[in-house]
């Protein structure tokens, strides 16, 4: 099965990309493989294997380990994937919601230090969820906008992304243990076709300190995943899913295409590839996406 080694480096970096190539270079001449496919100049390039053995993926690891690069090593076949499903709190968006809400309760640090814990996969999602939402009772409703307006903000590359994959007929959907105040507004600015989260329960001016049951947490986004594929009629492997917490894990692991971006340990040590560096565009060029052919 052929197999495409890429990477992705900043094009403002160019003794990084030069570095990369050498060294990746290095590992397909062993090979004896031709010179490199160029994606983006002085931005990302890749090399094809007809086949690959149990020591490539660690050769290629060590060969950039100390670069500020990202790469991948994924199968050719069905590489442009037809379904993306992505987390949205510190993925598609740069922060959490929830913790930028307790900033105006005035109890962010204490919010985040939970957050923290359940992203890390040492809390179970919904009860931490639970616990998190009832310290913010009382808080009036006006803070969703306000932490919408003023904090929430698109990562680098997401709206590319979503964009260029639903260019090219995938259905792109945004699945977030957030709440639907925030992902109804993400979605639409970033391009995706659908949203699935939590709702927060108010009453005329304030939040009552409860979420919607049931809660959406790590088990209904893999359900989101299935049920989005099967609408489809495609298979989970045409899936590409994005996250960083734990409760982003089984996604990352059913789909096609597992990514990890500026993930927490348990979920970069499980995903296919990471996004450590670059923005989310780097996900585009590990599907084989030239730049000429991204919509902004």
């Known amino acids: 099965m052929k197999h495409a080694l890429v990477f992705v480096a900043s094009p403002d970096d160019k003794p990084a990309y030069r570095e990369a190539l050498l060294m990746l270079g290095r590992v397909a001449l062993s090979r004896k493989l031709p010179p490199p496919d160029v994606l983006s100049g002085w931005e990302s390039a890749q090399w094809i294997y007809d086949s690959v053995d149990g020591e490539l993926r660690q050769e290629a690891a060590a060969a950039v380990a100390e670069l500020p690069v990202d790469w991948a090593l994924t199968p050719v076949a069905g590489r442009k994937k037809k379904l ?42 919904e009860p931490a969820l639970r616990e998190r939402v009832a310290k913010l009772k009382g808080l009036a409703t006006e803070a969703l906008q306000k932490t919408y307006d003023e904090r929430v ?59 919607q049951e049931p809660i959406l947490g790590r088990a209904a986004k893999l359900d989101a995943l299935r049920s989005e594929a099967r609408a489809l009629g495609v298979s989970e492997q045409d899936a590409l899913a994005i996250g960083d917490g734990a409760n982003d ?33 780097a996900a585009l060029f590990f599907q084989g996406y030239r730049r000429g052919e991204f919509v902004s």
């Open 84 to 125: 993306l499903v992505a987390d949205m709190d510190s993925t598609i968006i740069n922060v959490e919601c929830l913790d930028e809400l307790a900033d105006f309760a005035g109890i962010k640090a204490e919010i985040a230090a939970i957050t923290e814990r359940a992203m890390r996969g040492d809390l179970e999602f």
């Open 153 to 211: 903000r698109l990562n680098p590359g997401a709206a590319t992304l979503v964009k260029t994959m639903a260019a090219n007929g995938a259905r792109c959907v945004l699945v977030s243990g957030g709440f639907t105040f925030f992902t109804e507004r993400v979605a639409e600015a970033a391009g995706f076709h659908a949203s699935r989260a939590n709702t927060l329960l108010e009453d005329a001016t304030a939040l009552t300190g409860l979420v």
């Open 249 to 281: 894990l089984d996604m990352i692991k059913a789909a096609g295409f597992g990514i990890a971006y500026h993930a927490k340990p348990l979920v970069a040590a499980e995903a296919d590839a990471k996004i450590d560096h670059m923005s989310l565009e």
